[in-house]
């Protein structure tokens, strides 16, 4: 299969650190190639894949040490070189949230568009109703239940490579918080959490666009006894950080569309301890690959008996789950049906 997978200018594909999008997008695109099918990537200049690449700018918006006054226009020149290509592909697959929309309905190619987000904000409501033709798939169940009326023709979740991250079964003494330092995430309550279990704590997060003052709110505690703030880590940082880890704490307060960092974890064996919002529920297997908590009091008690958790049987989920290549070959099965719809 001719296949083009088109991601945002943002961050590189894969991203260097933080960059849940892009670094499934890697992932995604890696597989396939892998799979013998001709893939074609429409990303920023510096990203580093076995597929034929179509940098549109050297480096990505976020990398780049020159200021961007409008990425706007670079994005535009994104969809003008994809529709320049259009007819070498049988299919091809946008993560580039919804601007494309217009231009889709007069494109005779077979598509497909992966929101990675929340889709249940008020706006999205007239503009999915206008555009209820264009086909999606969603990155878990709870994600496309946020909006009910999107054309949604698939649910594929998020996998990883199996050799990213290894089994660790003599974890450290320590738990660890990972992703983005934002007041849907509850590094609030990864905080009080640790506090009362008596654990450290070392946070592995990107400050949120937009979300500064919370972090200076926030700062004064990561500078008290047993925390650690570690900023952004590399994958074989992350394989380290995660491995040793007692627990990833996840307590999002919001409706999380997946939770990459989950499997993360689930990969080196480390139990995931979250609240149970968005697709919580659906990604963490309770008692197997985490425990699904209702707040800071449950939390703790979880972690006073987390010495007794099977971390191999952890990974063995994992694997049977979230792996790079179950989510190809979901991914394949998608573009199946979403051609066979086209050319009726």
Same mark, same amino acid.
């Given at each position: 299969?001719?296949?083009?997978?088109?991601?945002?200018? $943002?961050?590189?594909?894969?991203?260097?650190?933080?960059?849940?999008?892009?670094?499934?997008?890697?992932?995604?695109?890696?597989?396939?190639?892998?799979?013998?099918?001709?893939?074609?990537?429409?990303?920023?200049?510096?990203?580093?894949?076995?597929?034929?690449?179509?940098?549109?700018?050297?480096?990505?918006?976020?990398?780049?040490?020159?200021?961007?006054?409008?990425?706007?226009? $670079?994005?535009? @020149?994104?969809?003008?070189?994809?529709?320049?290509?259009?007819?070498?592909?049988?299919?091809?697959?946008?993560?580039?949230?919804?601007?494309?929309?217009?231009?889709?309905?007069?494109?005779?190619? #077979?598509?497909?568009?992966?929101?990675?987000?929340?889709?249940?904000?008020?706006?999205?409501?007239?503009?999915?109703?206008?555009?209820?033709?264009?086909?999606?798939?969603?990155?878990?169940?709870?994600?496309?239940?946020?909006?009910?009326?999107?054309?949604?023709?698939?649910?594929?979740?998020?996998?990883? #490579?199996?050799?990213?991250?290894?089994?660790?079964?003599?974890?450290?003494?320590?738990?660890?918080?990972?992703?983005?330092?934002?007041?849907?995430?509850?590094?609030?309550?990864?905080?009080?959490?640790?506090?009362?279990?008596?654990?450290?704590?070392?946070?592995?997060?990107?400050?949120?666009?937009?979300?500064?003052?919370?972090?200076?709110?926030?700062?004064?505690?990561?500078?008290?006894?047993?925390?650690?703030?570690?900023?952004?880590?590399?994958?074989?940082?992350?394989?380290? @950080?995660?491995?040793?880890?007692?627990? @990833?704490?996840?307590?999002?307060?919001? #409706?999380?569309?997946?939770?990459?960092?989950?499997?993360?974890?689930?990969?080196?064996?480390?139990?995931?301890?979250?609240?149970?919002?968005?697709?919580? #529920?659906?990604?963490?297997?309770?008692?197997?690959?985490?425990?699904?908590?209702?707040?800071?009091?449950?939390?703790?008690?979880?972690?006073?008996?987390?010495?007794?958790?099977?971390?191999?049987?952890?990974?063995?989920?994992?694997?049977?789950?979230?792996?790079?290549?179950?989510?190809?070959?979901? $991914?394949?099965?998608?573009?199946?049906?979403?051609?066979?719809?086209?050319?009726?």
């Amino acid at each position: 299969m001719r296949i083009a997978q088109v991601a945002s200018l $943002y961050e590189p594909v894969p991203p260097p650190r933080y960059g849940g999008t892009e670094r499934i997008i890697s992932y995604l695109t890696e597989e396939l190639v892998k799979a013998g099918h001709q893939v074609s990537l429409f990303a920023s200049g510096d990203s580093i894949t076995t597929s034929r690449l179509h940098p549109i700018i050297p480096r990505a918006l976020w990398e780049d040490s020159q200021p961007c006054a409008n990425p706007l226009v $670079y994005h535009i @020149l994104l969809l003008e070189e994809v529709f320049k290509h259009k007819d070498q592909f049988d299919i091809i697959h946008f993560h580039t949230d919804f601007f494309h929309f217009p231009i889709l309905r007069r494109l005779d190619v #077979p598509h497909l568009t992966t929101p990675h987000g929340r889709m249940d904000f008020p706006e999205y409501i007239p503009f999915f109703r206008e555009f209820r033709d264009i086909p999606l798939s969603s990155i878990s169940y709870a994600q496309k239940q946020g909006l009910a009326l999107g054309n949604w023709v698939g649910t594929v979740h998020h996998g990883l #490579p199996l050799s990213l991250y290894q089994l660790n079964e003599n974890p450290s003494d320590y738990v660890v918080f990972l992703g983005r330092i934002s007041p849907e995430k509850g590094v609030d309550d990864a905080l009080a959490i640790a506090r009362m279990a008596g654990l450290k704590l070392k946070i592995a997060a990107r400050v949120g666009l937009g979300d500064d003052a919370y972090f200076e709110k926030l700062l004064p505690e990561f500078k008290k006894k047993n925390i650690e703030y570690l900023g952004e880590v590399t994958d074989k940082e992350k394989n380290e @950080l995660l491995g040793g880890a007692l627990a @990833l704490l996840f307590p999002v307060c919001w #409706p999380e569309p997946f939770g990459l960092s989950m499997i993360e974890a689930m990969a080196c064996g480390t139990p995931v301890i979250a609240y149970p919002h968005g697709s919580i #529920p659906e990604v963490v297997d309770h008692g197997v690959t985490g425990f699904i908590v209702k707040g800071v009091e449950e939390a703790v008690d979880v972690l006073r008996q987390i010495h007794s958790f099977d971390r191999k049987r952890c990974r063995q989920r994992f694997e049977q789950r979230f792996s790079a290549q179950k989510m190809a070959e979901a $991914y394949i099965s998608l573009y199946q049906k979403v051609i066979a719809q086209k050319r009726k």
